[in-house]
């Protein structure tokens, strides 16, 4: 069965320190891998999506970026965290075919607190 | 493009009914739905093609209709375990991303 992890779990950082998130996923190859962002109480932003080693869409213009190394690891990054990157960060992955492909699977989440 | 979801938020006792809508503007591929508890990460309920099908799950259904390119979930005989905060995603092409409502938060109380 597919499982994805994401990690850390919580993060507390200063404003202006980098950032690292990490997300793999288990049991399935070439999956659509997207983050996502919640500020408390709101809605899922779309952040990233990447189809593939490499490519990666950006949905919103922000001080972060994604990279996607390995087939099914999924890097959320940042050189100067602002006030604002904080957030719930949520990691998802769905097949990319067949009609269940947009099915998204989330992992737990990072909750960031930038002070 | 952000689909709009009714109401914003609902409160029920145990054994109550509910109904969540969700809206587009534009034409719709598929509607997905989501549940997602307090400090947890969004579940997938279902999904449904265009085609207006009705899926279930347990005592949640929803329905699509295409024409007014909206979808509505349907919580029968509501318990406890239904609180949370209920997504609609929605795909406007075969080869689109999914986009999501802004919530709707559901309490269920005894």
Redesign the interface.
Known sequence: SQTIHQWPATLVQPVGSPLSLECTVEGTSNPNLYWYRQAAG???Q?LF?SVGIGQISSEVPQNLSASRPQDRQFILSSKKLLLSDSGFY?CAWSTGQG??K????????TRLSVL | Q?PVQSPQAVILREGEDAVINCSSSKALY?V?WYRQKHG?????LM?L?KGGEQKGHEKISASFNEKKQQSSLYLTASQLSYSGTY?C?T?FSNT????????TTLQVKP
């Open positions: 709101r809605g899922l779309l999506y949520l009609v269940a947009n099915i998204q699977y989330f992992g737990a989440g | 952000q598929s997905h947890e990460a969004p579940v997938f999904i093609l997504f995603g795909v689109g991303k999914l986009i999501f409502g802004q919530g």
